[in-house]
């Protein structure tokens, strides 16, 4: 059995990693007017995904080993946004073979940077410590955000893309490059329909 992790919880961790920037930029804070955030571009780059929505993951069995054999299985997404719009929230449901377990992402905007820092946490590894944050932002109507971290041991880059996004559906896939981004392997694609 795994513990749920709580939208409390996911709030304190992404104050904690943000640090004072983001309570000194919110519009609650009286350091911004509601007006002011309103026209900061970025600001409402996720607002698409607030609700709930029905899953269907595409997970690489393997990663980084040439490997074509892909895992399918569906899960839900409810996602809803945090302080006053510079920091939102899913909670993911993976119904994957053997056993269904959850994840939170939880993300933060800094004005300044118009970038989203997006977190992961898994109920599986309720206290292992936070991966590094995948930053960057929309263009276009897609969403790219990029990161370092290391995958057996090894660094690689990793890459969330947004796409394909409408009222009632849209898109996630995360890629690694194990050679600093020239070369990119996709291996969990998820295609979301709105459920509410």
Known sequence: MHKQIT????????????????AQLTPDSGGMTSQTADAVPGLHDFDFLVGKWRVH??????????????????GTLQSWPLMAGFANVDDDVFE????????AAPRSFDPKSQQWSIWWMDSRTPT???DPPVKGNFHNGVGTFLADD???GKPVRIRFIWSKITPTSCHWEQAFSPDGGKTWETNWVQDLTRIQ
Do not use: D, Q
């Open 96 to 103: 994957v073979p053997g056993g269904t377990y959850r994840g």
């Open 128 to 130: 292992a410590p936070m």
């Open 57 to 74: 993951h595409r997970k690489l069995k393997e990663r980084l080993v040439n490997s074509h054999e892909w895992v399918e299985f569906v």
């Open 150 to 152: 290391t995958f057996n």
């Open 7 to 22: 939208p409390m919880f996911c709030l304190i961790a992404i104050i904690a990693a943000s640090g004072p920037s983001i």
